[in-house]
Nanobody, 120 residues
Framework: QVQLVESGGGLVQAGGSLRLSCAAS????????MGWYRQAPGKQRELVAR???????NYADSVMGRFTISRDNARNTVYLQMNSLKPEDTAVYYC??????????????WGQGTQVTVSS
């Protein structure tokens, strides 16, 4: 079993900052991709940012230049630094990890979600 524990969500005013963390534990073998998705009320879950084992990074256009994703491989932890937050960033943020026993047997795991609310 794999557990993902998220922290760092909360309420912040527009223009403020938050830092999300997600630590993976349990039966961890080879982690390929770590990332963050979010889901706002009435909307589909969308990619926010992801980072591969080779440190290749993708961001959603809406967060480019404001959010920064990073990972600590020794701690199996991924971070999302969110600056210049906007009300439209309000959503439940989900940690995502793809890992498995080999590079070809990889499985997706999700955290329980952490609420981020940005007030105007």
């Amino acid at each position: 079993q794999v557990q993902l524990v998220e922290s760092g969500g909360g309420l912040v005013q527009a223009g403020g900052s938050l830092r999300l963390s997600c630590a993976a534990s349990g039966s961890i073998f080879i982690i390929s991709t770590m990332g963050w998705y979010r889901q706002a009320p009435g909307k589909q879950r969308e990619l926010v940012a992801r980072i591969t084992g080779g440190a290749s990074i993708n961001y959603a256009d809406s967060v480019m230049g404001r959010f920064t994703i990073s990972r600590d491989n020794a701690r199996n932890t991924v971070y999302l630094q969110m600056n210049s937050l906007k009300p439209e960033d309000t959503a439940v943020y989900y940690c995502y990890v793809r890992q498995g026993p080999t590079n070809y047997r990889q499985y997706d795991y999700w955290g329980q979600g952490t609420q981020v609310t940005v007030s105007s």
